[in-house]
Nanobody, 120 residues
Framework: QVQLVESGGGLVQTGGSLRLSCVAS????????MGWYRQAPGKQRELVAS???????NYVDSVKGRFTTSRDNAKNTVYLEMNSLKPEDTAVYYC??????????????WGQGTQVTVSS
């Protein structure tokens, strides 16, 4: 069984910073892509950032230059450093990982979500 556990959300003022973490655990053979989605009230879930196993990253335009994603393959962990936060960044943030399990079954796994609220 594979599990992703997130931490680091909270309430911050405009211009502030937060760092999200997401740790994968369980019967894993390999983790490929990892990343972060977010969903604001009344809006569709959107991909915020992704990172390959080799460290290549992609970001949605609205967070470029403000957010940075990174990962530690030895710790099965992905991070999202969020700076210069804006009220429009308020959302529930979900981490995900493309994982090949020890049973050699590939799937996409999700964290439980963590609330990020940016006050104006």
């Amino acid at each position: 069984q594979v599990q992703l556990v997130e931490s680091g959300g909270g309430l911050v003022q405009t211009g502030g910073s937060l760092r999200l973490s997401c740790v994968a655990s369980g019967s894993m053979f390999r983790i490929n892509d990892m990343g972060w989605y977010r969903q604001a009230p009344g809006k569709q879930r959107e991909l915020v950032a992704s990172i390959t196993r080799g460290g290549s990253t992609n970001y949605v335009d609205s967070v470029k230059g403000r957010f940075t994603t990174s990962r530690d393959n030895a710790k099965n962990t992905v991070y999202l450093e969020m700076n210069s936060l804006k009220p429009e960044d308020t959302a529930v943030y979900y981490c995900y990982a493309e994982i090949i399990t020890r049973q050699i079954a590939e799937g996409q796994y999700w964290g439980q979500g963590t609330q990020v609220t940016v006050s104006s």
